[in-house]
């Protein structure tokens, strides 16, 4: 009898292959067991008609209040980080707070932003 792989095995001969052999080999154990690849679509269809989720906005501002008790630089590297402004810009927007640093964003993006900003001491708000 011929010795089982391990999943360790698989997956190391796996990184090995190209993108055509992986798609033959896909095309081939679907083939072998009479499944499909194709990710279930039916499944999604009940949860819409469970009725009205709750909604909450859909897009949302991240407004820089003020310094608080963070150190000036600290708030101006965050900032250059979450908008991608060069540091001479994200300096300006810093020197103009109160003022948005990002808008029409999702609620969850703001919320990570905000706690990045907060964690360097500076004071956010989301509206």
């Known amino acids: 009898m011929a010795?089982?792989?391990?999943?360790e095995q698989?997956?190391?001969?796996l990184k090995q292959m190209s993108a055509l052999e992986l798609k033959a080999l896909v095309d081939d154990v679907c083939k072998e067991f009479g499944v499909t690849a194709a990710a279930p679509t039916a499944?999604?269809?009940?949860?819409?008609?469970?009725?009205p989720?709750?909604?909450?906005?859909?897009e949302v501002s991240l407004f820089l209040k003020g310094l608080g008790s963070a150190s000036k630089v600290a708030v101006i590297k965050a900032v250059q980080t979450i908008t991608g402004l060069g540091l001479m810009d994200a300096k300006k927007l810093v020197d103009s707070a109160?003022?948005?640093v990002k808008e029409k964003i999702s609620p969850v993006e703001a919320e990570a932003y905000k706690k990045t900003l907060t964690d360097v001491g500076a004071d956010a708000e989301v509206k």
């Open 53 to 58: 989720a709750k909604k909450g906005p859909t």
């Open 98 to 100: 109160p003022v948005a």
């Open 3 to 7: 010795e089982k792989l391990t999943n």
């Open 10 to 13: 698989i997956i190391d001969t």
């Open 43 to 51: 499944a999604a269809a009940p949860a819409e008609e469970e009725g």
